[in-house]
């Protein structure tokens, strides 16, 4: 297999790239040859096209090349040597519980003194040092690797260079302290990053000498998912639902039927001693590579698969007969922590035994423990789907007595599942936020015991097609129940079905309090509504009896949604028109069921801002167009990221049965930063440009900031501006010097919480300066 080398892209990169290098007293002083030390006046460079002359302080560049001038070392015995070699002496991960490391990643309360981080945000660390850094006379890097072939293409061989100011989205460290030997250093992590284990070293050069040093540090780092960091795929916005999903190591899973419906805490534990270890074991027991961890979708898939036991040696074996000798009876857990500690101690052998609930509390620990929010869920009257029909079959034969052999789908009294947040960026816009996840060994998805993650919002709506397992989640919680009797050529007939057999009372404990709370609605329309018929048949079309459900008559209606010129302007209505057209020769008639919602720009839905129904009725062949209005007021405080609504239409036409169904996303329009140069631009003469706006808001934007920068015209330059009024214009006069001569770009951004993507660019030609 090929090394990749990282020698020669990154400045100082030692030569192992990932290869185990042997500890020595946590210290390794790579010397030149021997035969330099020997004799060092006849020692040269043999590769150089320049020669290199030693003085007492003052080091000397002939630019002359291909001459066999000797180089001169300095006299000069080991001991002076290394007293000017830059080593590290010690390294402070600044990671015990009650330091500023561990209470800004929120992970104060994991019972251990390794330093816990999560990814996206900085964290520090101190280094002594065998002498005071000095940046014009030495180099220092820091390296993380994590797996046991760590890669810088893949993300596991992470090289931090120290630079002078941190820049966001990239691995990098400044030093924001230093007491003589001793330096502070503040690190930028990326949103991206592989979560789990990682070694550090820390690389120093002494330039005069080229002489290098490595120190292995003993204790690992660990990365978690971060769920505070609004650029982790895991964000969740509200504080109260962060210290419920990720921060509470207790609960409530419901049992029992939908009628006596019966709870019992469970002890999630994610931060016992331990549990952390444990979680990350089995993640290292699974299929996925390191490269593959920094993905939530991914992890979140194999901890389904890896908390059953059936094809992976995974955490829990299932047990549904009665019999638990040899084990625990399910009944008797109360919690995941000594479930987890015992897979681990015993080295991946799955503990004996689980059911569904104790499946899930599992999950609940190991998803929170990483920084997944996450919950568990009960749903009574729980349908199996078999065989991907996403109906419930009865059969009987031609008396009505049961076909035993084919009545293979149920409906559990109960189940109990997880949700877990996050977004979605592999499938369409509003199919991010929670997802169904499933750890109990039903049905395999691509040849595993696993089951998610599953949108919520595509289960809702019957798009089932949206990957993962979202046809067996559907069919959980809003099959039909469909009996058939066999004929007397062998055939079968729908005889009955009942629409409201499954999927009742979907509970999960209340943020901040142990009540139960009802989320059915989050899985599904109200029972018999429209848009719950319109989800089931929508489902069942991509189910394994796609004619369970009367095809329409026809398809002759279309509608569509158009978005005039740019769109609509923030800060006042938004006004769209809804395109009705009856292709047939006939009349038409159906109501559009219209929703619009807030929408972070990573697809996830926030809030539904405004619901209406449309009564349509067609001519034949009309086209009739509906102005659609979402009034100012409906989402003034509702906005996110970057003012973007998701409309869906659906509804039925009476006269066909078609289903018609339509979402269109949209963004509301911000204004332009108008920059306007003023006068001529010369290198090294002062110029100014004129930066105006409106806030197009009726209301006061707060603490509002200006950031101007350019290539070679100026340095990013943040100009604080205050409080804008509404409707209020703001000018700001910026003054620079242009650096570089030709065709320039200085750019201006909008830095305020309340409207964001307002920003302006303007083309500045530089002149070179008139006196040259």
Excluded at 175 to 187: A, G, H, M, P, Y
Excluded at 463 to 475: E, G, I, L, N, R
Excluded at 737 to 749: E, F, H, Y
Aim: glycine share 6%.
């Amino acid at each position: 297999m090929p090394v990749e080398i990282a020698i020669g892209r990154f400045h100082g990169a030692t030569e192992s790239n990932g290869h185990a290098v042997p500890e020595k007293q946590n210290q390794q002083v790579k010397k030149e040859s021997w035969f330099r030390k020997a004799c060092p006046c006849c020692f040269r460079r043999q590769n150089s096209s320049y020669d290199v002359t030693f003085g007492n302080d003052d080091v000397v560049i002939d630019g002359k090349e291909n001459e066999d001038t000797p180089t001169t070392l300095p006299h000069t015995d080991g001991t002076e040597l290394d007293d000017l070699t830059l080593k590290v002496r010690s390294v402070n991960l600044l990671s015990k519980k009650s330091q500023w490391n561990r209470k800004e990643h929120h992970t104060d309360q994991y019972h251990s003194d390794q330093l816990i981080i999560r990814r996206g945000r900085t964290f520090q660390i101190e280094i002594d040092l065998s002498r005071a850094f000095d940046p014009n006379k030495d180099k220092l890097h820091l390296e993380l690797k994590t797996g046991s072939l760590p890669l810088v293409s893949k993300g596991t061989h992470i090289i931090i260079p120290l630079v002078e100011e941190l820049k966001d989205e990239c691995w990098e460290a400044k030093i924001v302290e230093q007491n003589d030997k001793r330096i502070k250093l503040s690190i930028n992590s990326t949103v991206t990053a592989v979560i789990g284990k990682y070694k550090l070293s820390i690389a120093t050069q002494y330039l005069k000498t080229e002489e290098r040093t490595t120190h292995e540090h003993d204790s690992d780092i660990i990365m978690l998912f971060n769920p505070w960091c609004e650029d982790d795929t895991v964000y969740m916005e509200s504080e109260k639902e962060l210290q419920e999903y990720v921060l509470n190591d207790t609960g409530r899973i419901y049992y029992g039927t939908e009628m006596q419906i019966g709870a019992r805490t469970w002890n999630f534990g994610q931060f016992d001693e331990g549990v952390l270890d444990a979680c990350l074991y089995v993640l290292e027991n699974s299929e996925v590579p390191p490269s593959g961890r920094g993905d939530p979708i991914s992890v979140v898939r194999v901890i389904s698969a890896m908390i059953n036991s059936p094809d992976d040696r995974g955490v829990l074996e299932g047990n549904w007969s009665g019999n638990y000798s040899g084990g625990t009876a399910p009944t008797a857990w109360s919690g995941s922590v000594e479930i987890l500690k015992r897979y681990h101690k015993e080295g991946g052998t799955p503990v004996k035994y689980g059911q569904c609930w104790v499946f899930s509390g599992v999950t609940t620990t190991v998803l929170r423990c990483l920084g997944i929010p996450a919950r568990s869920v009960t749903n009574f009257q729980s349908a199996h789907d078999t065989d991907v029909s996403l109906t419930t079959d009865v059969y009987f034969d031609e008396s009505m007595e049961p076909i035993d052999e084919l009545n293979s789908d149920s409906v559990w009294n109960f189940h109990v599942w997880n949700d877990c947040w996050m977004a979605r960026p592999d499938l369409p816009p509003g199919m991010g936020g929670w997802q169904a996840v499933d750890s109990t060994p039903q049905e395999t998805s691509y040849g595993t015991f696993r089951c998610g993650p599953a949108s919520l919002a595509a289960i809702r709506s019957g798009q089932v097609f949206m990957k993962y397992d979202a046809p067996f989640v559907f069919a959980e919680v809003n099959s039909d129940k469909i009996y058939w009797q066999r004929n007397l050529d062998g055939t079968f007939s729908q005889i009955h079905s009942e629409k409201k057999a499954v999927g009742h009372c979907i509970s999960t404990k209340a943020v901040g309090s142990d009540e139960r709370v009802d989320i059915t609605h989050i899985y599904k329309h109200p029972e018999d509504s429209e848009e719950e018929r319109i989800a089931v048949e929508t489902a069942c079309r991509y189910g394994s009896k796609p004619e369970i459900y009367s095809s329409p008559i026809a398809e002759d209606v279309q509608v569509e949604v158009k978005v005039e010129d740019d769109g609509p302007c923030m800060g006042g209505d938004a006004r769209l028109k809804i395109v009705v057209k009856n292709l047939s020769s006939q009349p038409r008639r159906t109501t559009i069921n219209s929703q619009v919602a807030v929408m972070y720009y990573t697809g996830v839905l926030k809030d539904t801002v405004k619901k209406d129904k449309l009564p349509v009725e067609l001519m034949p062949n009309e086209e009739k167009v509906i102005d659609w209005v979402l009034p100012y007021e409906h989402y003034e405080n509702q906005l996110v990221d970057q003012a973007a609504l998701m409309l869906t239409l659906s509804g039925r036409v009476t006269e066909t049965q078609q289903v018609l169904a339509n979402q269109t996303s949209f963004r509301l329009r911000t204004p332009d930063l108008n920059i306007e140069p003023i006068g001529e631009a010369y290198v090294g003469k002062e110029m100014t440009a004129k930066i105006t706006f409106k806030n197009p808001l009726p209301c006061t934007l707060r603490n509002v900031v200006v950031r101007v920068e350019g290539l070679g015209l100026r340095n990013l330059h943040p100009i604080k501006v205050g409080d804008v009024g509404k409707h209020a214009n703001v000018t700001v006069t910026e003054h620079f010097i242009p650096t570089i001569a030709g065709l320039k770009k200085l750019v201006a951004s909008l830095d305020c919480r309340q409207l964001s993507q307002v920003h302006g660019v303007a083309d500045i030609m530089v002149h070179e300066n008139e006196s040259s």
